[in-house]
Nanobody, 115 residues
Framework: QVHLVESGGGLVQPGGSLRLSCAASGTIFTIYTMGWYRQAPGKQRELVANISRGGSINYADSVKGRFTISADDAKNTVSLQMNSLKPEDTAVYYC?????????WGQGTQVTVSS
C-alpha cells in the first residue's frame, strides 16, 4: 500500500501565496514522478505540474512563472509553491505519485482564491 497525504491548502486573497506539500509513505521502491493536479467544480482534473526522479519538470501553461514544484527524493515528498494566485486557481489540488506498481493519489486539499 502507498499513501499520499497533502497539506497546505486554504483560503487566500488574489495575489497571495500558498505552499502545498505531499508526503508518500508505504511500500515504495522507486518513485518515477510526483506531481500536482487540480479539479475545479464542473471541470476535469488537470495537470498543474510534475517532476521526475531525474529532475525533469512540466508545468501547465496557466501556472508557468507563478508556481514552482520541488521534490525531495530521499523523503518521498513533493511541494508546490504557488505565488500570484488568481481566482481561477481555485480548485481541489491532488498529489499523484507514479511508482512501479502504478499511480497513487492523495485525498486532495482545497485551495480557494477569493477576496
Amino acid at each position: 500500500q502507498v499513501h499520499l497525504v497533502e497539506s497546505g491548502g486554504g483560503l487566500v486573497q488574489p495575489g497571495g501565496s500558498l505552499r502545498l506539500s505531499c508526503a508518500a509513505s508505504g511500500t515504495i521502491f522507486t518513485i518515477y514522478t510526483m506531481g500536482w493536479y487540480r479539479q475545479a467544480p464542473g471541470k476535469q482534473r488537470e495537470l498543474v505540474a510534475n517532476i521526475s526522479r531525474g529532475g525533469s519538470i512540466n508545468y501547465a501553461d496557466s501556472v508557468k512563472g507563478r508556481f514552482t514544484i520541488s521534490a525531495d527524493d530521499a523523503k518521498n515528498t513533493v511541494s508546490l509553491q504557488m505565488n500570484s494566485l488568481k481566482p481561477e486557481d481555485t480548485a481541489v489540488y491532488y498529489c499523484k505519485a507514479r511508482i512501479i506498481t502504478g499511480d497513487y493519489w492523495g485525498q486532495g486539499t482545497q485551495v480557494t482564491v477569493s477576496s
